[in-house]
């Protein structure tokens, strides 16, 4: 199976063990609703709050979807999408590491990506979560309106799916039946 390799992977493979354990802080002047809820809205860097939560749900969650920073050398109000390929990579792996192991034996985890960067995770989600793990590559079409800001439109985007357990991932996931009403959407003649 191939694998990645990139300046400092050795650290970043390495990140995810050694962020310390912390605990978990409501804060009630920012709490809402039934105190005993197990919904959370965790408010700090997102490789300590995954590490937090660990010890709460590891093996337990179901469905797992994240939108990280595409990298598209873009900066934008809340963060920078301007990392070195190398940081970029740094950044994700040890996340990537803990969202498994927080990922239920039927679990699945989605990750929405374009192409800046679609490649690269692909390959390190093959080494993370196991190349037959692999469920799908979902591509959805982010405009309907021409794209004629670049020599070849860009309309499109990538949702990677990955289960621990492919066979009960499968098994458990709904399905629609053959006669089912399908709606179909049909985009403008351009």
């Not at 990298?71 to 190398?86: G, I, P, Q």
Request: net charge negative; aromatic share 12%; glycine share 6%.
């Amino acid at each position: 199976m191939p694998i990645l390799d990139w300046l400092n992977k050795d650290e970043a493979v390495k990140t995810a063990r050694r962020v310390p354990y912390r605990l978990l802080q409501g804060v009630k002047s920012l709490s809402y609703g039934d105190p005993n809820s197990e919904n959370m809205l965790i408010q700090g860097d997102n490789l300590e709050a995954l590490k937090a939560l660990l010890p709460l749900y590891a093996g337990k969650v179901k469905c797992i979807y994240i939108d990280p920073p595409y990298n598209t050398k873009s900066a934008f109000e809340h963060y920078d999408d301007n990392l070195e390929h190398s940081q970029w990579l740094c950044m994700m792996y040890p996340r990537l590491e803990l969202l498994r192991e927080l990922l239920a034996e039927d679990g699945s985890i989605w990750v929405s990506i374009d192409d800046s960067e679609g490649a690269y995770l692909r390959v390190m989600m093959d080494e993370i979560f196991g190349r037959n793990n692999f469920i799908a590559a979902n591509v959805w079409q982010k405009r309907y309106s021409r794209e004629n800001r670049e020599a070849i439109g860009d309309v499109h985007e990538y949702i990677y799916v990955y289960a621990l357990q492919p066979n009960l991932f499968k098994k458990g996931s709904t399905r629609i039946s053959v006669g089912a009403k399908m709606g179909f959407h049909r985009s403008p003649a351009l």
